[in-house]
């Protein structure tokens, strides 16, 4: 049927290397904007989208098989899935159902040191755009993205998410180089 549910990925899932969603195409959502929060139900700081009637960010989206919400909300478990069609440019012939997933307000608060940005997180998302967007996306995915005054803790060298990725030193320079145009400091990983 071709009123499929599709989801709308900003952050590790424009990386189609770290899931199995097939049919994914680049997309763009409105009234939203990106930020680095973390949630008590998770040890390290993730992305999420907030409302914002004057952002626009670069992302995926991709069908939902056979409808599968619960899968896809068991890999996004410390979101909600909030109604998002109206909201994303894509190129797609038909207008399917589109959900964005983000952390309900009041229930995420600022990364810190006890709850920082894993690096190896960031490289995954990254390498996802710069390989859907390029350079230029990637400079899109660090200028829309709010909350780089974050802790940001270097695991390349023992990767703490789960789904992490091989990086080529393209990619790896990429994401260094801007980190190093934002300010942003790197904590050592302990282990």
Known sequence: MIGHSYFFGYGSLVNRASHSFAGAVPAQLTGWRRIWRHTDLRPVAY???VPDAHAEIDGLIAPVPDA???ALDAREAAYIRAPAAHQVRH?????PEIAVYTIPDGLHASP???HPILLSYLDVVVQGYFREFGTAGVQRFFDTTHGWDASLLDDRNSPRY???QSLTDEERELTD???DRLGVSLLTSDR
Request: charged share 20%; proline share 20%.
């Open 47 to 49: 992305l999420t989208v």
């Open 68 to 70: 599968d919400w619960p």
């Open 91 to 95: 190129p797609l012939p038909h207008r």
């Open 112 to 114: 810190s040191q006890a």
């Open 162 to 164: 789960p789904r992490h």
């Open 177 to 179: 180089r801007h980190l």
